[in-house]
């Protein structure tokens, strides 16, 4: 072998060991509820694997910090995700910023805990309006999009990923809502995943158990932290940096055929016999 070809195989053999099957390198993915938090985390993420993030939230002031006017591969998406006519103006935007929509994470979600016998209806909607019919909406706008492009010839649309929790399957109590969201997202999910893999679309759900973020902070204060902790074989809560990994995972080709499934993260606190 001449010293040309020797150098062409080595480089050969680096580029298939460098190779990231988890790269997201020229993929558009909306992030919702990424402002702060997994949804902020999810997108820096995004970002780092090269591909382009579209932020959605209600906070202007937090997105304009995290996005700026410098960030190329970042878009700032201000509003309300149970508006039925947001969602598909995100997807809009975000086309003509990046050309097409590859990803969605349906990550946003809100508390507003009450023990059954005092929650107010009001506090029941809010918190199914946000989990479900936002998850509901930009499922359908994006899934939509992806479907026109596969009947075009597209051979990978793009992923979606579901966000859950462990409330969903195993409830909690005074948040009867946000259990029932939760558990709902998984149906919607399978739902989706059945509907959409014949266009190659695939659809996942990452359930997360108890993560260091400002709505979880009451259970990690000194009153609850010492029974949580005790649920978790790893002992310990996980970061926000942490949960986002399998999130990106699933929208990227490494999980090519994984599609219909809930993905437990949450440090061995829900296990299956």
Not at 239 to 247: D, G, K, L, W, Y
Request: net charge negative.
């Amino acid at each position: 072998m001449t010293g040309t070809a020797e150098a062409t195989a080595d480089q050969q053999q680096s580029s298939s060991i460098i190779a990231n099957p988890m790269s997201l390198d020229g993929r558009t993915v909306i992030v919702t509820g990424a402002a702060q938090g997994i949804g902020l985390a999810i997108a820096d993420l995004v970002c780092a694997l090269r591909g382009n993030a579209v932020l959605v939230d209600r906070n202007a002031q937090a997105l304009e910090q995290v996005c700026g006017d410098t960030a190329a591969n970042r878009l700032a998406q201000v509003g309300d995700i149970s508006d039925p006519a947001f969602a598909q103006a995100v997807v809009t935007q975000a086309c003509d910023r990046f050309g097409a929509v590859h990803g969605l994470v349906n990550n946003a979600g809100i508390t507003r805990p009450a023990m059954l016998g005092k929650m107010a209806l009001d506090d029941w909607r809010q918190v199914l309006d946000v989990h479900m019919t936002g998850a509901f909406l930009f499922m359908q706008a994006v899934s939509q999009h992806m479907v026109d492009r596969a009947k075009q010839g597209d051979a990978a649309p793009g992923a979606i990923v579901n966000v859950s929790s462990d409330a969903g399957v195993q409830g909690t109590v005074g948040q009867i809502n946000y259990s029932a969201a939760k558990a709902g997202i998984a149906g919607m999910t399978m739902s989706g995943a059945r509907e959409l893999a014949r266009y190659g679309i695939r659809v996942n759900t990452v359930a997360f158990g108890m993560v260091e973020t400002p709505m979880t902070e009451v259970i990690r204060g000194e009153k609850f932290r010492d029974t949580y902790l005790s649920r978790i074989p790893l002992q310990r809560w996980s970061a926000p940096e942490e949960v986002a990994r399998p999130v990106c995972f699933l929208l990227s080709d490494a999980a090519s055929y994984i599609t219909g499934q809930r993905l437990s993260v949450n440090g061995g606190s829900q296990m299956c016999a």
